[in-house]
């Protein structure tokens, strides 16, 4: 138990966390951007009299097909582009905007802080599942509502995030320093305070991408999201459901991809947070 | 000698233990049914509901003046016999007598009055049942066993109306005793099966009503468990806690696991559900019936009911399925033909790339599924499809009856009546609430038009003739019929799979 601990903290396992986590990652990207060269036209290719072909028998359909005799191989690799666009486009928006109302909120505190954190504390206090279907049938489903729900629910959490840091730095020497001989706010936000806190953000947004790639796959799945001919890995879970027992295969290779993602977006993370700890609790 | 005449008169009084066991099995004979529905009407109100599945419920409890088993014949219920008087405008009917209500409460010419007052009076305009049937103006009692329907025009469809929900015969006495809202959730009906208890989002649980005025059922019980998602229901049917499923649960997709079992079979029929996409005949492409025509040639329709429906549907080409009155097997669907779509769509001025939003209700997965095929042979001709998943609700409540839809929008539609007028005058009639797009005066004049016939043959011809007027101007694609499929554990006898979803389990047994 101990060795185990010992060897969870050693800076070998951290090389095999980064290793496995970058790895990972960088082969899923490359498949899923140059999916239409690996795969030309092959995702949406219907075939009905092919359908439902099991896996490990063809060289055409390696992983078998799907309920519309569609090869599966090709839609998992094309559905990663949603997944990952929405994992990453998600996490940016709700990373920008959160880090600009933390920025903001904790510099200048005020009226100014007081509007941002009740509202972010009403924005916590709701349920993520009761704000997305209320979201989406008000305003219908879409991959750009899908992004914009995931904005929405998420910024709150940089916001956060970004204003604790501020809150701490701000009364800093080197700020008041700053301050004193006449540098202009904006410059102080953006020369001074950004940079010390970017830390914890960037390791924020490794972790939540792997979480809204997760959402975005619920969502879908709960036929909440996005066009089911866009191939989507939510939506192939989703769609292979009623053939668990005669077809596995349409629903377990979309759900190995969706795990193998986070999987290596966690690991990356994990060790992006342990090397940028400042505490130095876990350095090497 | 002694022990001779113990052991005879132990024979005897064995025998006559037996006699009387034997007896007593037709009148109260063993043996509980477990049947999943997928859905809690949440009131046993006849006047309170149009789903499905409370009359699956519903036609075990109550009985109707006339009834229609699975054979979809008409026979006479609660009434014996019925006449038609001043042209169609009166009807008699003799009453069947020495009925009684589970609670003790004859059946009567009055229980008839009160429960048609009832359901055309206050308590019905609450519920969605009482539009059926106001072509009754009013109910006379005659005598005690003769009551008569004076109807404000003929209703040629009136007599099947009367053989299911709305038109169910409710207990007068107990009603105005307990009041409404007691009878929503303990009913009492004339039927083969007494209520016992219901619990919401859970169950209902009947027992037999040995005095049922068609024969004692042979079950003792019978018990209903809602279970609402398909997966949880085939896996209560594989482990034997539930002997039957009822349609619509089963997905097409699960009928080879449930064929795979061998204590399971599936009984798959002919159902009413009708399956179409239709058009939005007023603005964008599709507003010209040459688009119209071309995309429902570019969709190979039959190999998606082949696929896709894995034989557990068949294909349309009017909206209606072959059971309904008013289906003509003359009328072909259009052949499957994409060189012609094009050639159709290219004289239409259809640019290729041009785009078609199909709506569909986002938790039918097979529509879903057909939805993606139908895409994907409209992308074929030149004609690049999305489709935008709703939550049925909206779909149903907003975004049809407002005329918001895309290009196509999924249409599900299933009459339990089995009468084409059912669907066409709601699909068809100008300011209809299913109808938001397409205003055709002359169309309006053959829908008004059978509606006061009584003369079947030529009813029949002008519902066939309306089916050829909307095929010829292709308001919609017309899809497929699907099946209604049961899910039966073999050790359930002489289960009824009535198309109408609405089995009666009077002759029904257990192993």
């Known amino acids: ?284 | 000698m002694a022990l001779g005449v113990k052991g005879i008169k132990t024979a005897f009084m064995a025998a006559l233990l037996a006699g009387t066991a034997f007896m007593a099995t037709p009148a109260d004979a063993a043996g509980k049914l477990t049947i999943s529905s997928p859905q809690d009407p949440g009131s046993w109100d006849p006047i309170d509901t149009f789903l499905v599945n409370w009359a699956s419920v519903g036609t075990n409890i109550f009985d109707g003046l006339t009834y229609r088993g699975p054979d979809r014949k008409l026979v006479p219920g609660l009434a014996e016999s019925w006449t038609e008087m001043d042209g169609g405008k009166r009807i008699r009917f003799k009453l069947r007598s020495g009925v009684t209500f589970h609670n003790g409460e004859p059946f009567n010419a009055a229980a008839v009055k009160f429960t048609f007052d009832r359901l055309l009076g206050e308590e019905g305009a609450k519920g969605p049942q009482r539009s059926n049937y106001v072509a009754i103006d009013s109910v006379e009692v005659i005598d005690d066993t003769t009551v008569d329907f004076k109807l404000k025009a003929p209703d040629p469809v009136l007599l099947t109306k009367l053989a299911g929900y709305g038109a169910m015969i409710v207990p007068p006495k107990y009603i105005q005793e307990k009041g409404d809202a007691f009878f929503n959730v303990n009913p009492v009906g004339t039927g083969p099966f007494k209520f016992v208890s219901y619990a919401p989002k859970t169950g209902i649980k009947l027992e037999a009503n040995p005095n049922y005025w068609g024969g004692a059922p042979k079950l003792s019980e019978v018990e209903y468990r809602f279970i609402t998602e398909p997966a949880t229901a085939v896996a209560e049917l594989q482990a034997g806690r539930v002997d039957v499923v009822l349609p619509p649960t089963i997905p097409i997709g699960m009928v080879p696991v449930i064929q795979a079992d061998p204590k399971l079979t599936v009984l798959s029929i002919p159902g009413p559900t009708v399956d179409a996409l239709r058009f939005n005949t007023k603005s964008g492409i599709t507003a010209d019936p040459r688009v119209r025509k071309a995309l429902i040639m570019a969709v190979d329709r039959a190999a998606i009911v082949k696929s896709i429906l894995a034989g557990q549907a068949s294909e349309i080409a009017s909206f209606q399925g072959e059971l309904s009155f008013g289906y003509d097997p003359a009328l072909k669907p259009l052949p499957f033909d994409p060189k012609g779509a094009q050639a159709l769509l290219a004289q239409a001025g259809v640019k290729p790339g041009a785009a078609v939003q199909i709506d569909i209700r986002g938790n039918d997965a097979t529509m879903n599924e057909v939805a993606q095929a139908v895409a994907a042979y409209l992308g074929a001709v030149g004609v690049v499809a999305t489709i935008k998943p709703y939550e049925t609700n909206v779909l149903l409540n907003d975004i049809i009856p407002q005329g918001k839809t895309g290009a196509m929008f999924q249409q599900k539609w299933g009459g339990w009546t089995f009468d084409y007028d059912n669907t066409a005058y709601a699909m068809y009639h100008s300011g209809e609430k299913w109808n938001p797009y397409e205003q055709d005066a002359d169309l309006d004049k053959l829908l008004e038009s059978q509606r006061a016939i009584t003369d079947v043959a030529e009813r029949e011809r002008i519902l066939k003739q309306i089916a050829h007027t909307v095929a010829d101007k292709a308001l919609e694609m017309p899809l497929y019929n699907s099946n209604a499929i049961y899910g039966v554990a073999k050790r359930v006898k002489n289960f009824p799979p009535a198309s109408d979803n609405r089995p009666k389990l009077t002759e029904v047994t257990v192993d």
């Not at chain 1, 396992?13 to 239409?36: H, K, P």
């Not at chain 1, 916001?159 to 102080?188: C, M, N, P, T, Y």
């Open chain 1, 1 to 284: 138990m101990a060795a185990a601990l010992s060897f969870l903290r050693s800076p070998r396992f951290r090389n095999l966390e980064f290793l496995l986590g970058a790895t990972l990652t960088l082969v899923i990207c490359l498949a899923v951007l140059f999916s239409d060269q690996l795969f030309p036209g092959g995702a949406d290719k219907m075939d009905l009299m092919a359908r439902l072909s099991p896996p490990f028998r063809t060289a055409a359909h390696p992983l078998g097909t799907d309920p519309l005799g569609r090869d599966v191989l090709a839609r998992v690799v094309a559905g990663g582009k949603i997944s990952l666009l929405v994992g990453f486009v998600s996490v940016a928006g709700a990373a920008v905007i959160g880090v600009l109302m933390g920025l903001i909120s904790g510099y200048y505190r005020g009226i100014c802080d007081m509007v941002v954190m009740r509202f972010a504390d009403v924005q916590l206090a709701l349920p993520f599942i009761l704000l997305a279907i209320t979201f989406i049938a008000i305003v219908g489903g879409s991959l750009t509502n899908t992004i914009i729900l995931l904005i929405v629910s998420q910024w709150v959490q940089y916001a956060r995030l970004v204003r604790g840091s501020v809150l701490a730095l701000r009364e800093r020497e080197f700020i008041q320093s700053a301050r004193a001989i006449g540098v202009k706010d904006w410059r102080i936000i953006v020369q001074h305070l950004l940079p010390n806190l970017i830390g914890p953000v960037i390791v924020l947004l490794t972790l939540n991408v792997a979480n809204n790639i997760l959402l975005e796959s619920s969502l879908t799945f709960l036929g909440l999201g996005i066009d089911p001919t866009i191939p989507s890995w939510g939506g192939m879970l989703a769609s292979g459901r009623t053939y668990l027992q005669v077809a596995w295969w349409v629903s377990v290779f979309p759900g190995l991809a969706i795990l193998l993602t986070v999987l290596g977006l966690n690991l990356l993370g994990d060790w992006l947070r342990d090397s940028l700890d400042p505490t130095g609790r876990t350095s090497r």
